[in-house]
């Protein structure tokens, strides 16, 4: 799989050397007849999926689709009348597009997530009084989204259909705000391109619109406190990314960077002020309705684990999940964490343009390492011997070095295309990616996080190589390989 990647990566490389981002966007320069192809597969494909359900050869087939179909959108005919359109039409257009191809799965009873389930229970007990972390399992998740669950459960009551539609709606959303966001900076062809890639992209079809996660209502929080900041409608900006951290952790990394945009201590000092309020409205709730409640969810927090990471995978191989007494999940974050710090300080250097080209090159290398110790947890967790894990990762490693010793800096831009525009974009796409390296679990759907700011990135080689790189993942729990296979995780 990751001699696939690489491969096509070196040929995408390859494609966008004479790419110009004033042309079509089609990086690919695909025959029309053979580009209609990609997209009449794509569509066999999603539908498939709809009629089926997910199994893993067809979910890959998928996303290689997707990739061709995001690398040529732009040399598509039928764009340049979506492009020419109304704005008002556009806006509904994107929305429309993303939202059906979503509701596509609604149809689907396929259970490839518990997540959803453990939606449906805490919002019953909700609705049924009871109090989260200690009346009941209310898992590792902040305050503010067992609020979130109550609302849904009391508009809507709890169920599969109604929360993954819900939650759809607002994956839909982003592409809508993915395309005001980059028109802050870019023209109308790029910031089309940007939001249909978002709408077409399989992780959150199959995600959000059959497993209903959570995460987009975050994701949307967290881009309007971007496009918001841009605007600078500093006060706007600050809640809203406060709120995406109520219901999250992640967009934390994101407030270091936005500071760094606004200009006067004063202004910093109350925009981190207002991040606060609503985590400290909520937990301040929390600890309202019952203390042991309050402490009991930080005594969660603290237990979290997860799967398919560097820290689990280290756990895994070792037998342990603590080295002299301190949990090796924790080390794992605060080793990622520490690089992110060393990722501010080079955005703050007068020579930051360049150094984000570094940063480009680790995030490269510190994918491919995950690669290497996903296939180190494959093998173990299906049952096979440590000494056959280390054995097929050390002929992977060999293999990885060499190829990026050869192709790493070609691959890699000589500069940004415009800073100014991108580099905020750029800085977060990285942060939020060294912040899921940190995570004790890795999944799919955290990709979604930092798609939106990856896709608003202009300079092509950074956009879509890690495009290309980054979704080769496996997806749900008891998924087969193929129709009549036995299911597996």
């Known amino acids: 799989m990751c001699t696939f990647i690489l491969t096509n990566t070196v040929i995408i490389m390859n494609k966008i050397n004479d790419f110009n981002l004033k042309g079509k966007l089609d990086i690919l320069h695909l025959q029309s007849n053979v580009k209609t192809a990609f997209l009449i597969l794509y569509i066999i494909v999603l539908a498939f999926t709809v009629l089926f359900g997910v199994y893993l050869l067809t979910y890959f087939l998928f996303i290689f689709l997707f990739l061709i179909v995001a690398s040529s959108l732009g040399g598509y005919k039928f764009f340049d009348k979506i492009v020419s359109s109304p704005t008002w039409q556009k806006i509904l257009m994107i929305f429309m597009f993303a939202f059906i191809l979503r509701a596509l799965m609604l149809g689907q009873t396929q259970i490839i997530c518990e997540d959803l389930e453990n939606y449906i229970y805490r919002s019953e007990n909700l609705l049924d009084g009871r109090i989260p972390y200690t009346e009941y399992d209310g898992g590792s998740k902040p305050p503010l989204y067992q609020y979130m669950l109550y609302l849904m459960g009391f508009v809507f009551t709890p169920g599969k259909v109604q929360f993954r539609a819900v939650f759809s709606v607002f994956d839909s959303l982003i592409a809508v705000a993915l395309y005001f966001l980059c028109k802050t900076k870019y023209d109308e062809r790029f910031s089309v391109v940007a939001s249909l890639i978002y709408a077409l992209f399989p992780v959150g079809i199959i995600s959000i619109g059959l497993s209903g996660h959570y995460d987009p209502v975050v994701i949307l929080f967290t881009l309007f406190a971007m496009l918001m900041l841009l605007k600078n409608r500093l006060g706007l900006s600050s809640l809203s990314l406060g709120t995406a951290f109520a219901l999250k952790l992640y967009p934390i990394v994101l407030l270091p960077f936005f500071l760094t945009t606004i200009k006067t201590w ?27 409640a309050f402490f009991e969810y930080f005594a969660v927090q603290s237990k979290w684990d997860g799967s398919s990471a560097f820290s689990s995978t280290i756990e895994t191989i070792l037998g342990t999940s603590t080295i002299f007494s301190i949990k090796i999940s924790w080390l794992g974050f605060l080793f990622f964490g520490f690089l992110n710090l060393l990722l501010l300080l080079d955005w703050l250097s007068p020579n930051r343009h360049k150094n984000l080209i570094k940063w480009f090159k680790i995030i490269i290398v510190i994918y491919m390492i995950y690669y290497g110790f996903y296939l180190i947890y494959g093998v173990l967790y299906y049952g096979g011997p440590l000494y056959m894990a280390l054995i097929l990762a050390e002929i992977y490693f060999l293999f990885m ?89």
């Open 266 to 292: 004063r202004s910093r000092i109350i925009y981190t002020i207002l991040f606060l309020v609503p985590s400290i409205a909520s937990h301040g709730l929390l600890y309202i309705l019952s203390p042991d």
């Open 401 to 489: 070095v060499f190829i990026l010793h050869k192709y790493l800096d070609i691959i890699a831009p000589k500069s940004l295309t415009d800073f100014d525009s991108e580099g905020l974009f750029v800085v977060s796409t990285f942060s939020i990616m060294l912040f899921i390296f940190g995570l004790p679990n890795y999944v799919i759907w955290y990709f979604l996080w930092f798609l939106p700011f990856l896709l608003a990135i202009k300079t092509d080689r950074i956009r879509y190589i890690l495009l290309w790189l980054f979704p080769w993942h496996g997806i749900g729990q008891n998924v087969s390989l193929a129709p009549g296979t036995p299911p597996v995780n």
